[in-house]
Nanobody, 126 residues
Framework: QVQLVESGGGLVQAGGSLRLSCAVS????????MGWFRQAPGQEREFVST????????YYAASVKGRFTISRDNAKNTVYLQMTSLKPEDTAVYYC???????????????????WGQGTQFTVSS
């Protein structure tokens, strides 16, 4: 059974930093593209960032570009999202997702991901 477990959420002040982790079990994700999405109350799930299988290509939503950094450690089957210069509008539940396949690239479309975590709540106070 494939499981993606996010961790690192919590409460942080505006302007602060935080790192989210996503540990994958039940599957080796080294050939998968991985993504981060978020969903604020009353809003649709939105794309945040994606990284391809070797970690050589990354892509970010305009709202987080320059502030967030996605990375992965395939040896640990873990993906990270380093967040800096946080804003109250970054408050949301953050989800990681895996797009399964051999050497596949990432995508901004949530329906193209095969596995999802349960999400971790993250709140930025003003």
């Amino acid at each position: 059974q494939v499981q993606l477990v996010e961790s690192g959420g919590g409460l942080v002040q505006a302007g602060g930093s935080l790192r989210l982790s996503c540990a994958v079990s039940g599957r080796t994700c080294s050939r998968d593209a991985m993504g981060w999405f978020r969903q604020a109350p009353g809003q649709e799930r939105e794309f945040v960032s994606t990284i391809n299988w070797p970690g050589s290509n990354t892509y970010y939503a305009a709202s987080v570009k320059g502030r967030f950094t996605i990375s992965r450690d395939n040896a640990k089957n873990t993906v990270y999202l380093q967040m800096t210069s946080l804003k109250p509008e970054d408050t949301a539940v953050y989800y990681c997702a895996a797009r399964a396949g051999a050497y596949i690239s990432g995508t901004v479309h949530p329906h193209e991901y095969d596995y999802w975590g349960q999400g971790t709540q993250f709140t930025v106070s003003s």
